[in-house]
């Protein structure tokens, strides 16, 4: 094989390899039903590591062959009273405020809404509520990245 060649080959395969890695770091803050308040961080990493690619969220790692298609986020409305985000804390919440890269997240309550459990979610200014299960917040990847977030479960309220 030629040196150009073996060149060539070697910047395609580092170029791929590059390209297909991300690191996106996010944080927020939960209120809890209690009263306190606690901050988390939360990304989403992808990753060549030892031959294998790692895919991480929050605290949790898992090996996969490629890039995940999705991850979704559940908010589970208990009683109409409280909300459990399991990705988040293992404790009851009155809400939550979420920033990744460019994107915002919050959940809070609005004691005039006629919402189901009076909670309102804001994914980058778009307003939803609760419809009869749990609601999920997906992430769409590719291999940079996010490609967008879709809400499932929950619906837009009219103005």
Known sequence: MSVLRYCILLLLFTTTSVMAQFELDGSGSVLLTNGRTEHFDFGFSYFR???????IVGRQSITVPSVPQK???VLILQNNEFV????????PLDG??????QHNI???KDEKSQA?????LL???????FSTGPGQ???YFTEQGIKEIRVEGMYKPRR
């Open 49 to 55: 590591q030892d031959g294998d690619y790692r895919f």
């Open 71 to 73: 991850y979704s986020l």
């Open 84 to 91: 459990w985000v399991p990705d988040f804390i293992n404790e």
């Open 96 to 101: 939550f405020e979420f920033s990744l890269q």
């Open 106 to 108: 919050k959940l809070y």
């Open 116 to 120: 189901r459990g009076k909670y309102i």
């Open 123 to 129: 994914v980058n200014d778009e307003r939803f509520q």
């Open 137 to 139: 917040i997906n992430f």
